[in-house]
């Protein structure tokens, strides 16, 4: 069995603080919500980001979920959107 494709332990670590690192951080996120006019839906932001579109779905869900962007369903998809401040 190929060992490629498992990271070395501790390669997403800070080498300052020790701590892990995110790939995809959730200001990543908010980033290119704005950078889309401050509403989009997953693909847009998931392509902007650079990631799949179950890691963008994921994440915007926690971002909504602790109130940092707000969810509209449109039809059977997500437009998420930056909320009022």
């Known amino acids: 069995m ?3 494709h498992c990271p070395m332990p501790g390669a ?3 080498d300052d ?3 892990y690192t995110e790939k995809y951080p959730p200001d990543a996120f908010i980033a ?3 950078a889309e006019g401050g509403s989009a839906g997953t693909q847009p932001i998931a392509e902007r980001v650079g990631c ?3 890691t963008a779905y994921k994440k915007l ?3 909504a979920d602790d109130g940092e962007i707000d969810r509209q369903k449109v039809g059977n998809a997500n ?3 930056i ?3």
């Open 83 to 85: 909320g009022d401040e």
């Open 12 to 14: 997403n670590r800070d």
């Open 52 to 54: 799949s579109y179950e």
């Open 32 to 34: 290119a919500l704005e």
């Open 17 to 19: 603080s020790g701590k």
């Open 61 to 63: 869900c926690s971002l």
């Open 79 to 81: 437009l998420w959107v």
């Open 2 to 4: 190929a060992l490629e």
